[in-house]
Each structure stands twice: as C-alpha cells, then as structure tokens.
C-alpha cells in the first residue's frame, strides 16, 4: 500500500493543499538567481534524510544566462516516492526526463541547488509547431499568494516566448552589472 503525506508551508483556513508564498516577478527571479540556466533533465534520484524523502534532479546546461558558466546542476525538491512511500509538497516542481527548462538557481548547499520561489523559478519549454519556435510557461499549480501586507493575490503564470524571455534576463543582469 502506498502512503502519501502533504507537506504545507502554511495552512490557511480558505487554502487547500497549497504552499502560500509572496509573488515574485521576472525582476525579481533574476535579482534573486545565483545562476540561471537552460537545460534539460538527464536523472532522477530519489532519497530520504531522516523522515524527509528528496528528489534530486540532475540538468544537463546548455546555455548560462546569469553566473558562470556550468555544464551540469543538481537541483534537490522535497517530496517524492521512495519504497512505496511517498511525501508530496504541493509548489515544488517535478521533471520528466529531456524535459527542457529555464531554471533559476540559488546557491549550491551540499552539491545541489534550489529553485528560487520553488516552482516559480522554473519556466518549462515547449516546441509550438504553429510557429516553429519555443516557448515557456511557469507552471504556478499548489502555490497561493500572499501580499506582504497578507492580502491574497492573484497570479497568472507566464507564457512567453523563449527568445524573448531570455532577452529580457540579459537586460535585467547587464543593469545590474552597470549599477
């Protein structure tokens, strides 16, 4: 039989099964990146540390948009399935293998690295056949939002143009750099 636990950052009484945070803007990822990366997904291991299971996702980088350069990077997400036991943490991101994505990284802590804002820093890549180009979209599922103020927010999840979006982060660092 498999059991499953949910993990919550916060719980409040009109949010279910959601971890609440405060939005955070393409600005605002940028500023906060250690590194910011396009790779895709080449392993996945799952482990457990006490009685918390980890998944542990190993990108193969392609380009580096923000940082020095790197060819890989592991990122570390709670929750996972390990022995038939499982511990699901809703705002984190999970991978598919070859999965293309656009990554923002903190820092390295024991070899591997998070996501800044957990799922918000992450931006998948899809191919649109229409267009014959790529495209992102932040995929925003299990996280509610919270002002500063903890007035709930709306937020609606980024779907941009791969080149476009790419653009715009080499702008945001090269001002920073200036300043």
């Given amino acids: ?17 959601a971890t609440v945070m405060i939005p955070l803007d393409l600005n605002q990822l ?3 990146a250690d590194k910011i990366v396009l790779g895709h997904c080449i392993n996945k291991r799952v482990y457990q540390t006490g009685k918390m299971i980890w998944t542990e996702y190993t990108f193969q980088v392609y380009e ?3 940082g020095e ?14 022995n038939g036991n499982g511990v699901m943490v809703p705002g ?28 918000q820093g992450r931006f998948k ?4 056949e229409k267009t014959k180009s790529k495209y992102t979209f932040q995929n925003l599922s299990g996280i509610s939002f919270v ?14 143009d791969l080149e476009q979006i790419k653009a715009q982060i080499k702008t945001i660092v090269a001002q920073k750099k200036v300043k």
């Fill in 125 to 128: 890549v899809y191919y649109d």
């Fill in 1 to 17: 039989m498999r059991k499953i636990i949910f993990a919550l950052a916060f719980l409040v009484p009109s949010l279910c099964l």
């Fill in 69 to 82: 350069g790197i060819k890989e990077v592991k990122i570390r997400q709670p929750g996972g399935e390990l």
């Fill in 147 to 160: 002002k500063k103020n903890g007035d709930t927010v709306s937020v609606e999840p980024m779907k941009v």
């Fill in 30 to 32: 940028t500023d906060q």
């Fill in 92 to 119: 984190t991101a999970s991978f598919s293998p070859f999965e293309e994505n656009l990554l923002f990284l903190d820092k390295e802590k024991e070899g591997s690295r998070d996501l800044v804002g957990w799922a």
């Fill in 64 to 66: 580096v948009l923000k």
